[in-house]
C-alpha cells in the first residue's frame, strides 16, 4: 500500500480495508507528529472554541474542513452519494450535535424515520434478539441501503454536523463516479490518526464528572439507525 499522487490529487493505492488504513499511518506518521497533533485538536481547539462560545466538537469540524481546503481538491460534490449508502456510526457527542442540527433547522425526526424505516426495523430487531452486541456485524444490517439522513436530492440534510465516519471518506479522483463504494478513499490527513480520540477526549469533557471513568480513548460508537431507535423510544416515554 503506497501514497500515491497524480493530477487528481493524492490517493492511497492497494487500500482494501480499514486495518490496513490504520497499519499505513502508522507507518507514515511520526508518533511524536500524532501526538502533537492530538494535544493541539485536544486542548488548544477546545479553549477556542469555548472563547467563540461554539461547542468544542464544532470547532472541530471547522478545524478538518480546513483541512480538507489545504489538500489537493476533494471530487466529492452534493448529490454524489455513493458513500451514505453505507452504515455510519456515531458517537453520543456527535449524535448532540446532529440533534442540535435538527432542532436548529426544525427538522421532523419522525419523518426521518418513517423514511428509513427498513433499515431501522433490521437494527431493531437485532437488538431485540439474544444475540451478544458485539458479535453482530452492524454495517452489513445496513449496507447499500439510504442513510437515514439522505433526502431526496442525494444531498445529506445535515451535513455540516456529520460524524466522522462521513468525513474521512472522500475522493481525490474521478472513480467515485463508476458508482463502486470502494473507489471512495479515505482522508489521508493526520487527524484521520487522531481523529476518533479527539473525539473522545471531547466527549469525556463534556460528560458530568460522577459518570467519568478513566479516560482510555475511545467511546461507545452507535449505528445512526440505533440512535434514532433511542431518540424514538424516548419520545414514546414521555408521551
Ligand atoms: S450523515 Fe450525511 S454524509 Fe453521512 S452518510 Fe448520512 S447522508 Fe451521508
Redesign the pocket.
Known sequence: MELKSDANGIFIEGMKDSLELASYLQRKFKEEDIQSTYTSLTEEHINIARSEGITPLRKFWQRLNQTYKNIPPLRCERGC?H??HTG?AATQVEWDGILSNIIAHGTDLNKVIERSQRTINRVRETLRSNKKIEQVDWHRLVINQP????DEDHA?I??ED??L??RLVVAFRDQCRSKKLEHAQRGVVIEEAVGATVIAKIQHDQTPKFKRRKFKGVQPLKL?QHWLILWQDKNKKKK
Open positions: 452519494a458513500c451514505c455510519v442513510c437515514p439522513f439522505l445529506c445535515i451535513y456529520r460524524p465516519d462521513c445512526l
